[in-house]
């Protein structure tokens, strides 16, 4: 296996984005010891948001996964980005929090976090494994359906 990124998403069918940059006080990505954290991506297509609506009202739930899935790779991104496009040094995602705009009565957040989870184990392997935290919210930035993080564990 290719220690870069970008490479093992093309062998998906997919390229990486070019990562986002922050719109308000934020940055992108900070290390820490071992830890790299990610800040929340949402999905973007031509850079632009994507995927506007909420799940159970406007976004079918397969819509509510592909928007997962590109925010996943939008993250994966920022990965590319923070590494250097060298994944030689990722350890593995440690934990991805997944933030779906839900309707109050939806309730299968699990099923569309897997777009993102699924997208991560495929261009990762065993190092794409994470726990998860998928949450219903009431509105996301831009109208957007989902907004994941994450934190991943670094080499030393």
Same mark, same amino acid.
């Given at each position: 296996? *290719? &220690?870069? +990124?970008?490479?093992?998403?093309?062998?998906?069918? +997919?390229?990486?984005? *070019?990562?986002?940059?922050?719109?308000?006080?934020? /940055?992108?990505? =900070?290390?820490?010891?071992?830890? !790299?954290?990610?800040?929340?991506?949402?999905?973007?297509?031509?850079?632009?948001?994507?995927?506007?609506?909420?799940?159970?009202? *406007?976004?079918?739930?397969? $819509?509510?996964?592909? #928007?997962?899935? %590109?925010?996943? !790779?939008?993250?994966?991104?920022? %990965?590319? &980005? #923070?590494?250097?496009?060298?994944?030689?040094? !990722? =350890?593995?995602?440690?934990?991805? @929090? /997944?933030?779906? #705009?839900?309707?109050?009565?939806?309730?299968?957040?699990?099923?569309?976090?897997?777009? #993102?989870?699924?997208? +991560? /184990?495929?261009? %990762?392997? $065993?190092?794409?494994?994470? =726990?998860? *935290?998928?949450?219903? =919210?009431?509105?996301?930035? @831009? @109208? /957007?359906?989902? $907004?994941?993080?994450?934190?991943? $564990? !670094?080499?030393?």
């Amino acid at each position: 296996m *290719t &220690d870069s +990124l970008a490479h093992r998403v093309q062998q998906l069918g +997919l390229s990486l984005p *070019t990562p986002s940059q922050p719109i308000a006080n934020y /940055v992108n990505h =900070v290390a820490s010891q071992n830890q !790299l954290f990610i800040s929340g991506q949402i999905p973007l297509q031509d850079g632009k948001p994507a995927f506007i609506g909420r799940l159970g009202e *406007t976004i079918s739930d397969e $819509e509510g996964a592909n #928007a997962a899935e %590109l925010a996943a !790779l939008g993250l994966l991104a920022q %990965l590319s &980005d #923070a590494l250097n496009d060298d994944l030689s040094r !990722l =350890v593995r995602i440690i934990r991805l @929090g /997944v933030f779906i #705009a839900s309707a109050p009565d939806f309730q299968r957040q699990g099923a569309v976090a897997n777009g #993102a989870s699924n997208l +991560l /184990v495929n261009a %990762l392997g $065993e190092k794409g494994r994470h =726990v998860r *935290t998928a949450v219903g =919210v009431s509105s996301l930035p @831009g @109208g /957007v359906a989902v $907004e994941i993080d994450a934190i991943f $564990e !670094l080499r030393p």
